[in-house]
């Protein structure tokens, strides 16, 4: 993934009111939902984070909520940390659900996805609900903290796949290496080995046909030699001539 999950400050938990520019911490403030308002809820821009929602966002204290500047509007203002808590984790649960969910179908390209596709049952595996995970969270400290959770995790998962492949590359590269290793001497033995063996069993044969008293350049020995197993029971046994 390609962010990391960020610590929030003290200045992450308060932010200032449009209208009076006092700072106010996130619980105190207000959103104006009125449509023609030049303060309405914009969400256009990616809010990764509930303290990005307040930066993102015009917000406004309770005072200029229920009494001041903004009254007028006020039975359409709403609190701005459900509404920044629910954004947040929309953004930020869907981009980690995809994550995980890549996890069990996905990854056929590596060894260990590989395998999973093809012999485990994946199916019936509850995936995490992700998004709801993160809007529970009773906090921004405890948002924070339940998104490093996820992110550790999807890490964990990705260490095990590329683990599994950094293995599977090695045991692959050995077995191709012993492989050729093997048939290279095979290979040396059948090419210079083997007329060496010939030649000694042709020399072992004439020996033993000068035994048996046959001369080996005669027509006859030559015929014997083509016939190795008749030889001895056929040839007469002069042993010393
Ligand atoms: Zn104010
Ligand atoms: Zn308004």
Redesign the pocket.
């Known amino acids: 993934m390609d962010y990391e999950p960020i610590t929030p400050s003290y200045h992450d938990l308060t932010a200032t009111?449009?209208?009076?520019?006092?700072l106010?911490p996130f619980s105190q403030l207000f959103v104006c939902l009125k449509e023609d308002c030049g303060h309405v809820l914009q969400q256009k821009l990616p809010v990764l984070s509930p303290s990005l929602f307040y930066r993102r966002e015009k917000v406004?204290?309770?005072?200029?909520?229920f009494r001041?500047?903004?009254k007028a509007h006020r039975k359409y203002m709403q609190r701005a940390e459900p509404l920044a808590f629910i954004t947040a984790s929309g953004e930020m649960g869907t981009k980690l659900q995809m994550e995980f969910d890549k996890f069990l179908k996905t990854g056929e390209d590596t060894a260990v996805g590989y395998y999973m596709q093809e012999n485990m049952e994946l199916k019936n595996l509850p995936t995490p609900r992700i998004v709801e995970y993160l809007s529970k969270s009773g906090t921004i400290m405890e948002w924070h903290r339940r998104v490093a959770v996820l992110y550790n995790a999807s890490k964990t998962l990705t260490d095990f796949r590329e683990e599994g492949q950094k293995f599977v590359k090695e045991q692959a590269e050995e077995l191709l290496t012993e492989f050729s290793k093997t048939s290279k001497q095979i290979h040396r033995i059948l090419t210079v080995t083997q007329p060496d063996m010939e030649q000694l069993r042709e020399e072992r044969h004439e020996t033993h046909l000068r035994e048996m008293g046959i001369d080996p350049s005669t027509e006859d020995a030559r015929s014997s030699f083509s016939s190795t197993s008749s030889t001895s029971t056929k040839a007469p046994k002069k042993k010393n001539g």
């Not at 406004?60 to 909520?65: I, M, P, S, V």
Request: charged share 0%; glycine share 12%.
């Open positions: 009111c449009a209208a009076c520019q006092t106010a406004f204290c309770g005072a200029c909520t001041g500047s903004h």
